[in-house]
């Protein structure tokens, strides 16, 4: 069968959770017997641009260098070059693109678009942004022939927006275990920091991490790893934050080196709000590193009770004032996090990425889609579910599995 990725930079992955999951499963996909075509952006400078990777065939096309054109403008010539070579399932990723669906339905070429996150919380966009991709929301409840969610509070999101179902296909968790020597370039020692790793933007609180960590008492440094490619003044904050006991290393592209950081942090901090199931988080809890964590569902999800979660600076100096001060309970956080990382597995995400394009090659798809309408407002919300939605003494398990609680970490004077 013929698989064509679409809408992200392509691969190899070097920047963030699409371009991973396009490696991951593209690769696996591959090694199944199915010819697997990537789409990627060609970068001004790289003048390398492989024909294959890891078996799956890349074409390279450029794009607008415009924060908001790139990702249009690289997908439209893609979907260009896709009509013109047929294939026999889609995946089109970002909901932002939805809006070059008519023409793959024009073509009967059957496409499943991964809707991402909420990318229309996110500050970097402003008004004009924000309808845009609340537009791009509807057209791809509209267009596709199926909807692809990474996150159970993403699927939820769109059933009660939209009505509608999803397939739940979420990120798979790398089971760390490296090496120190990376480390030891860096000044740094095992358990001798805490760590954050995000793309310094608002909606990933790198401030609130930051300003809250300056507030603490602690005596391990903090170690950060990011820079934001379109945000000096957010750049600028999150430095005018920090005080001495903060290192900024920018980019780290080194991921053995990266690996060793995650594997080998006291903490991690996650500020990360509107993605769904992040990358970054998963590649902490398969390091077995205890997560002080950003509090949204999307984060409950992923590291349920092994975590503890925060909303302000003053929460996150409590979480690590109290970590610094029980070393046995943040190893059992990480112990209890690496097990609830064996459910992530990208050989089995690969697996329901397979299914699916099997059902769009087959036509096994509703012969009409939904109108894309948003539901009315309820008259009256319940209140929110807490996660991890599960019964008592019970936890979910990849696959619908369930097995016992155990573990249950509480960090004195920590938010629960």
């Not at 929460?315 to 609830?340: F, H, I, K, N, T």
């Amino acid at each position: 069968m013929r698989i064509a990725m679409v809408g992200t930079r392509g691969v190899p992955a070097r920047y963030g959770g699409f371009e991973t999951a396009v490696e991951e499963v593209g690769r696996r996909l591959a090694d199944r017997g199915h010819r697997v075509v990537v789409y990627c952006r060609t970068v001004p400078g790289r003048t390398e641009r492989p024909g294959e990777h890891l078996g799956m065939e890349l074409v390279h096309l450029p794009a607008a260098r415009k924060r908001s054109l790139e990702t249009l403008s690289h997908s439209a010539l893609s979907v260009a070059h896709l009509v013109a070579h047929r294939t026999d399932a889609a995946f089109v990723f970002n909901a932002a693109n939805a809006p070059l669906l008519p023409a793959l339905r024009t073509a009967r070429i059957p496409v499943a678009t991964h809707v991402d996150g909420l990318e229309w919380k996110r500050a970097k966009w402003g008004p004009i942004g924000q309808r845009y991709y609340r537009l791009a929301e509807a057209l791809a409840v509209r267009w596709s022939d199926a909807l692809i969610a990474d996150a159970q509070g993403i699927a939820d999101y769109y059933r009660s927006e939209f009505g509608v179902p999803t397939t739940l296909l979420t990120y798979g968790a790398p089971i760390i275990e490296p090496g120190t020597g990376k480390l030891a370039e860096l000044g740094l020692t095992p358990g001798g920091y805490h760590l954050a790793v995000a793309r310094f933007e608002p909606e990933n609180h790198v401030d609130v991490i930051v300003d809250g960590y300056r507030r603490s008492g602690a005596r391990k440094p903090l170690v950060v790893v990011g820079s934001a490619p379109y945000s000096d003044g957010y750049t600028a904050r999150v430095h005018g934050l920090a005080d001495e006991r903060v290192r900024f290393l920018g980019g780290v592209w080194d991921q053995e080196q990266l690996d060793q950081l995650y594997a080998h942090a006291y903490t991690y901090l996650h500020g990360h709000s509107v993605g769904g199931t992040n990358p970054s988080l998963l590649r902490a809890i398969g390091a077995g590193t205890a997560v002080l964590a950003y509090d949204v569902d999307f984060n409950r999800e992923v590291v349920e009770d092994s975590g503890r979660f925060f909303a302000s600076p003053a929460d996150v100096a409590a979480l690590v004032d109290a970590a610094e001060a029980s070393p046995e309970r943040v190893r059992r956080a990480g112990r209890r996090a690496r097990r609830l990382a064996q459910g992530y597995d990208w050989d089995e995400v690969a697996v329901g990425y397979e299914q699916l394009a099997l059902r769009l090659a087959g036509r096994r798809v509703p012969s009409r889609r939904p109108s894309g309408r948003r539901l009315p407002a309820p008259i009256s919300v319940p209140a929110p579910v807490p996660f991890p939605r599960r019964a008592a003494g019970e936890e979910r398990v990849g696959g619908g599995r369930v097995a016992p609680r155990h573990d249950v970490i509480s960090f004195p004077g920590a938010q629960q």
